[in-house]
């Protein structure tokens, strides 16, 4: 199966910083899906992105299936984007596989 | 429209014990899927229904675990007897359809953390 890794694995950033966390795969996927773990370990949905670009607020993400990664911009920080930042794919089954995560620390 | 549902929120026993989850997906769709994060662990998938079937079970780590979704409606996760290795997040996601070659996007609910003890 597939195996997704995402760097960095840890990240501190000071409110109003940007941010850019990866998200590579070792094969084809036809789904890839980036996640925010709130403080209270809900999985919110942020992108599904299978390929191209979408934008979603001060979120971005972009997806180049060709060369097997992805990437959640962050414009603009602030303290309530502190989590963990899952990405997940889909290689030849339904099954998400997902990375370890980023933990994201914004400060005031 | 809700969003995936899961219950309890937390559960605590003891070794031995009996425990079942709860997963109701967002109404209309027929795939349902189970997934767990044991403690520093990544989150691994365990099993996904079609409808009431059981189309992949190879993430079931072993016969203590049964998965059930009576009349393609909710799920239930019992883990019987409960062991220590089993305490994390059980997350429950649905999604609306996945054909052959394409698929979609999977909602998660906000999950069941089990502890035990």
């Known amino acids: 199966g597939i195996q997704v890794e995402q760097s960095p694995p840890d990240l501190i950033l000071q409110e109003g910083a940007n941010s850019t966390l990866r998200c590579n795969f070792s094969?084809?996927?036809?789904?890839l899906q980036w996640f925010h773990q709130n403080p209270w370990g809900q999985l919110i949905n942020l992108f599904y992105i299978p390929s191209g670009t979408k934008q979603n607020g001060r979120l971005s993400a972009t997806t180049v299936a060709t060369e097997r990664y992805s990437l959640l911009y962050i414009s603009s920080s602030q303290t309530t984007d502190s989590g963990v930042y899952f990405c997940?794919?889909?290689?030849?089954?339904?099954?998400?596989?997902f990375g370890k995560g980023t933990k994201l620390t914004v400060n005031p | 429209e809700a969003g995936v549902t899961q219950f309890p929120s937390h559960s605590v026993i003891e070794k031995g014990q009996t425990v079942t989850l709860r997963c109701d997906p967002i109404?209309?769709?027929?795939?349902l899927y189970w997934y767990r994060r044991v403690m520093g662990k990544e989150i691994k998938f365990l099993l996904h229904f079609v409808k009431e079937s059981k189309q992949d079970e190879s993430g079931m780590p072993n016969n203590r675990f049964l998965a059930e979704r009576t009349g393609g409606t909710y799920s239930t996760l019992k883990v019987q007897p409960a062991e220590l290795e089993d305490s994390g997040v059980y997350f429950c996601?649905?999604?609306?359809?996945?054909?052959?070659?394409?698929?979609?996007?999977?909602?998660f609910g906000p999950g069941t953390r089990l502890t035990v003890l």
């Open positions: 997940a794919g889909q290689g030849g089954s339904e099954k998400l596989v």
């Open positions: 109404s209309g769709h027929d795939n």
């Open positions: 094969d084809s996927v036809n789904n």
């Open positions: 996601a649905s999604s609306q359809w996945a054909r052959r070659t394409s698929t979609d996007t999977q909602y």
